[in-house]
């Protein structure tokens, strides 16, 4: 059984910075693409950033550009994103997801959400917001 958990949401001021830690269970860690995803009250959800499997390449949406890093650990079995000068459109439930089926320059972020949603292994997510 495959267990995806998120930590270190929380409520920052704008220009802040926080840090979201995920830890996976039950699937080879080393092997499987790693993303974010984030869902704002009454908008889409939106793909954030995404890693390979050893960590040597990261994709970011281009609202989070130069703000956001993605990192990983493969010996905790972590996934990292560091998030820095925040707004307040960075408020939003955060996701992180296990096992996506790629991490492309191309191809991230995904534009079929509704495909997106069954693809990986999902967690419950951590509520971040930015207050102004």
């Known amino acids: 059984q495959v267990q995806v958990v998120e930590s270190g949401g929380g409520l920052v001021q704008a220009g802040g910075s926080l840090r979201l830690s995920c830890t996976v269970s039950?699937?080879?860690?080393?092997?499987?693409?790693m993303a974010w995803f984030r869902q704002g009250t009454g908008e889409d959800r939106e793909g954030v950033s995404c890693?390979?499997?050893?960590?040597?390449?990261?994709v970011h949406a281009s609202s989070v550009e130069g703000r956001f890093t993605m990192s990983r650990d493969n010996a905790k079995n972590t996934v990292y994103l560091q998030m820095n000068s925040l707004k307040p459109e960075d408020t939003a439930m955060y996701y992180c997801?296990?096992?996506?089926?790629?991490?492309?320059?191309?191809?991230?972020?995904?534009?079929?959400?509704?495909?997106?949603?069954?693809?990986?292994?999902w967690g419950q997510g951590t509520q971040v917001t930015v207050s102004s």
């Open positions: 997801v296990a096992d996506y089926p790629y991490c492309s320059d191309r191809l991230w972020p995904p534009r079929d959400l509704v495909a997106s949603r069954s693809r990986g292994y």
């Open positions: 039950g699937l080879h860690f080393g092997g499987a693409i």
């Open positions: 890693i390979n499997w050893g960590g040597s390449h990261t």
